[in-house]
């Protein structure tokens, strides 16, 4: 359980990790985040929590009728399982929540290639 902290906290940060324009892969204002964005982070954070809500009571459970060591791995393999869709499902769920707040990407296309056919022999590549 406390091995997964640190990938928690990675899926914590996700959704600003490519700047204040981009909630995970959707575009945005620059001001999402202080407006309607505020409530999608919130919910999206608390949806990494719902593993942790029932991971703690059933493991509390088996711990209290004796700690049966088959059903504490079985119930942490599930968990562990079940926290990889959560996270999918949450970021999924809040992308495209965001999507209908976002800007159009204008993507400039490519005016020019330039390759470079210059021969070269071994001594362009070598220092005496």
Known sequence: ???RIPRIVERW???????????????????????????????YRWR???????????LAAILL?????????????????????????ARQWAENRARAFGTRVSAEPVSAVTLSLEERSLGAYTER
Do not use: C, H, Q
């Not at 940060?13 to 964005?37: K, Q």
């Open 1 to 3: 359980m406390v091995m």
């Open 13 to 43: 940060r996700a959704s600003m990790l490519r700047g204040p324009e981009w909630f995970f892969g959707a575009a945005v204002p620059a001001d999402f985040l202080e407006g309607p964005g505020r409530a999608i982070l919130r919910d």
């Open 48 to 58: 990494l929590g719902i593993p942790w809500a029932i991971e703690i009571p059933l």
């Open 65 to 89: 009728l004796g700690g049966n060591k088959i059903a504490i791995l079985v119930v942490l393999f599930v968990i562990t399982l079940f926290t990889r869709f959560n996270y999918y499902w």
